[in-house]
């Protein structure tokens, strides 16, 4: 492995917005990130690695629930043995029983929506550098060319309309202390 950049740049490429979330491009630090939707709608829904559902001792009481009810190594070579064997059914039924009751889910954090114009006909681009993280757009609004830039951490590092910046938008995510939101 080396730390020289790729004489070819990593780079994937879009040439329309996404419709759905499956078709978004994902930002973030592993802390903090989003899915870009792209186009002038600017949608950004935007996850936090804080958010959960449940309570602060449902994991640990449904580990112990878990644990209790067997699940372990011996169970985990049980599931290896019947994955080796191709038995799809078995090896299903066992890794159920390392769930429990109540899995924690990973909940969103919330969606943000900055309208940027409308986009003209004539073209738009989204390409997301592997190598810097960056997502950059391109596109026309109103015949003036509009360019974006989302990036690590998760932030809409700018927004130009033209040749002038017309917004620069930094609003870092700040997890509090429950001591702190009294």
């Known amino acids: 492995m080396t730390d020289q950049p790729s004489p070819t740049p990593l ?16 930002v973030g630090n592993g802390t903090i990130g989003a899915m870009v939707f792209g186009d002038a709608r600017g949608r950004f829904a935007l996850n936090d690695s804080s958010v959960w559902s449940g ?11 878990v644990v209790a009810a067997g699940a ?49 006909d004539d073209g738009y681009e989204r390409v997301l550098d592997l190598e810097s993280a960056v997502l950059t757009e391109r ?8 360019r974006t830039e989302e990036g690590n951490p998760v932030a809409l ?17 700040v997890k509090l202390d429950a001591s702190e939101a009294r």
């Not at 780079?11 to 994902?26: C, I, K, N, Q």
Request: glycine residues 8%; hydrophobic residues 40%.
């Open 72 to 120: 372990g190594p011996q169970r985990l070579a049980d599931v290896r043995e019947a994955v080796a064997h191709r038995d799809e059914e078995r090896a299903e039924a066992l890794l159920r029983t390392f769930e429990g009751l109540w899995s924690q889910e990973f909940l969103p954090l919330g969606d943000l929506d900055l309208d940027l114009g409308r986009i003209d």
């Open 55 to 65: 309570t602060p001792d449902t994991p640990d009481a449904a580990l112990r629930s």
């Open 139 to 146: 596109f026309s609004s109103g015949g003036i060319p509009v």
């Open 11 to 26: 780079r994937l490429r879009w040439d329309s917005p996404a419709r759905h979330w499956t078709e978004s491009t994902p």
């Open 157 to 173: 590092n700018g927004a130009t309309f033209g040749d002038a910046v017309a917004l620069m938008l930094s609003a870092p995510l």
